[in-house]
């Protein structure tokens, strides 16, 4: 662990700990609503978090320099989870809900496929 950076947790919300990892790298951006109607002409850069719901097979649209993925399903009244990385390309993770899967590619874009259950993708990239 870093000094003066938080401490990570998992917790049962899924998109509570995708923000909690990029408050980590002190990188958050605030990508509510309101944010968005009020980015300057030139915004500085940072790191985004995207979430996507993953149903059957699903190929993304291309994301600007991936830093990592997370693909999450629901298990047992939490959530099981997996990371992809530009090193590390493809994720899978298994529960009695579902199976999925996700694959980074080299343009940028993400391969993901679920099974019985949907399952949500998260994206972090450099805008």
Same mark, same amino acid.
């Given at each position: 662990?870093?000094?003066?950076?938080?401490?990570?947790?998992?917790?049962s919300?899924?998109?509570?700990?995708?923000?909690?990892?990029?408050?980590?790298?002190?990188?958050?951006i =605030?990508?509510? &609503?309101?944010?968005? @109607?009020?980015?300057?002409?030139?915004? %500085?850069?940072? #790191?985004?978090?995207?979430?996507?719901?993953?149903?059957?097979?699903?190929?993304?649209?291309?994301?600007?320099?991936?830093?990592?993925?997370?693909?999450?399903?629901?298990?047992?009244?939490?959530?099981?989870?997996?990371?992809?990385?530009? =090193?590390?390309? &493809?994720?899978?993770? @298994?529960?009695?809900?579902?199976?999925? %899967?996700?694959? #980074?590619n080299?343009?940028?874009?993400?391969?993901?496929?679920?099974?019985?259950?949907?399952?949500?993708?998260?994206?972090?990239?450099?805008?």
């Amino acid at each position: 662990m870093v000094p003066g950076l938080p401490k990570v947790t998992l917790t049962s919300s899924t998109q509570q700990t995708i923000q909690g990892l990029v408050f980590a790298v002190n990188c958050l951006i =605030d990508v509510s &609503e309101q944010a968005r @109607s009020n980015l300057p002409q030139n915004p %500085k850069p940072g #790191l985004l978090a995207e979430g996507v719901s993953i149903r059957d097979a699903q190929h993304t649209r291309p994301y600007p320099n991936i830093v990592f993925a997370v693909i999450a399903v629901p298990a047992e009244g939490t959530m099981k989870m997996s990371l992809a990385t530009p =090193d590390n390309p &493809e994720a899978t993770v @298994s529960s009695a809900e579902s199976d999925c %899967k996700i694959k #980074l590619n080299q343009d940028n874009t993400i391969d993901g496929q679920c099974g019985r259950a949907s399952g949500t993708l998260f994206v972090v990239y450099h805008r």
